[in-house]
Structure formats: C-alpha cells, structure tokens
C-alpha cells in the first residue's frame, strides 16, 4: 500500500510539470544561455544523471563522461543553429531520458568507451533541440557559452549526488532506484508528446 502511495505522489509530480520549459526565442545573452538548461525539466534530469553517472565509474577518469555529454551537445547545437535536418528531435529527447534511466537502473561496469558514446549520442538530440531554438541575432556565442556552462553546474551536482550516494548503506541499490526514477520521468515525457 505506502508503494502504491508512493508511486501515485511521483505521478501527480509529474503530471504537474510541463515537458519543456525552454521557450521558442530566447535572448541572446550569457545569463538567458545559463539558465535555460536549469528550466528545461529534461535537460535537468539527463544532465544530472549523466554526472551521477560517474558513480558508476569507480577508479576511472569521471570527468571523461560529462565532458563527452557536452562535446556531442555542443555537435548537436551547432547541427541545429545550421538547421541541419535531424528526424524526430522531440521524441528522441524524451526517449534519452528513458534510456538514460535504464543505464543507471542496471548499474553495470560499462567500458568507459561505451558509456561516453553513448551519452554522446543522447547528448546530440539535447544539443539539437537547443540549437535550433538559439538565438540567430547578437550574442548567440554569449548565449552557447551560457548554455553549456548551466549544464556542467547540472552534470557537478550530479557527480556530487552520485559520490554522496557512496556514503549510504547500499548504493548500488540507490542508484538503481534512481535510475527507475528517471526512466519512469522519460516515460511520461514520451506519453506527453504523444497526446
């Protein structure tokens, strides 16, 4: 019973957000590049669990990870400020979200390799869909740079999250949770999008 309790309280959570909270023009400033990542529910939970991420990576180079993230973003970024076309952006999006969640529910000792390509390859749906939403006059370095310094804050709380996860009796089971969590999140974000 306090699961199902549990479980109904997380759904009217996220019944209450809205999917994307990016707007379609932004201003092109450092400020506005900054915080669009951290009002961009999605983005929040795919930057954050890419740092807790590095969780998994015990006694490997972390840093490695969240710097492919946002490689491949600013790849993607850069594919959609060129109006490159990409197929179903939105849906993928929400899918990394999903997959994302998965990854950390398995909590397997990935090859480092294998786990920067393929954040890399979520990163580059999350890059496009800002990019094509950028700025196209004034200050649109200003507001890239401001993009992608947001997103290392999310990935470093992520990291700590994930080494603060250490600290408890069972954190592999943690983290696993966490990882349901997330891909339940993408979940809704896919159903949303098809409504």
Known sequence: MELMLRVLVLLLVFLGMPVYAGSSTPVASFTSGFLHPLLA???????????????????????LVPLAFLFFMMLGGIAGMLQISMPFVSFSVAASVIAIGILM??????????????????????GYAHGA?????????????????????????????????????????????????????GGYLVLALML
């Open 41 to 63: 529910m999605d983005h929040i939970v795919v930057a954050v669990s890419v740092g807790m991420l590095c969780r998994m990576m015990l006694n490997r180079v972390v840093c």
């Open 105 to 126: 529910a398995v909590d397997h000792q990935w090859p480092l390799s294998f786990i920067m390509a393929f954040v890399g390859a979520l990163a580059v749906f999350h």
């Open 133 to 185: 939403d950028m700025p196209e006059r004034g200050q649109a370095i200003d507001y890239a740079i401001g993009f992608i310094a947001g997103t290392a804050l999310l990935q470093l709380i992520g990291v700590g999250l994930g080494f603060c996860l250490n600290q408890f009796a069972a954190p592999t089971r943690l983290l696993r949770y966490t990882g349901g969590a997330v891909a339940a999140f």
